[in-house]
Nanobody, 122 residues
């Protein structure tokens, strides 16, 4: 079992930045591929970015390339999502998730955090 807790969400103006954190406990977080997903009201949950166990491989959704950066610190069992140049369409609840497989599909992820709200105001 892995427990995931996100933090760092909030309200920010267009063009601003936020840094989300996802702290893992239980089994060693470094055993898992980690992903960030987001879900806006009335929308399906969508893949944002993923990172492999070592941190050497990352995959980004086209909508966030060049603006968002994922990283992980396995010594701290923590994954980060640096979000820059935020846009209103980035407004959503952001979830971190853990999987044993590299995937962009939510169904492939076994463990989920509770989510943190990100709101970008124009």
């Amino acid at each position: 079992q892995v427990q995931l807790v996100e933090s760092g969400g909030g309200l920010v103006q267009v063009g601003g930045s936020l840094r989300l954190s996802c702290a893992a406990s239980g089994r060693t977080g470094s055993d898992y591929v980690m992903g960030w997903f987001r879900q806006a009201p009335g929308e399906e949950r969508e893949f944002v970015v993923g990172i492999n166990q070592s941190g050497g491989y990352t995959s980004y959704a086209d909508s966030v390339k060049g603006r968002f950066t994922i990283s992980r610190d396995n010594a701290k069992n923590t994954v980060y999502l640096q979000m820059n140049n935020l846009k209103p369409e980035d407004t959503a609840v952001y979830y971190c998730a853990a999987s044993t497989d590299a995937s962009t599909r939510p169904r492939s992820y076994n463990y989920w955090g509770q989510g943190t709200q990100v709101t970008v105001s124009s």
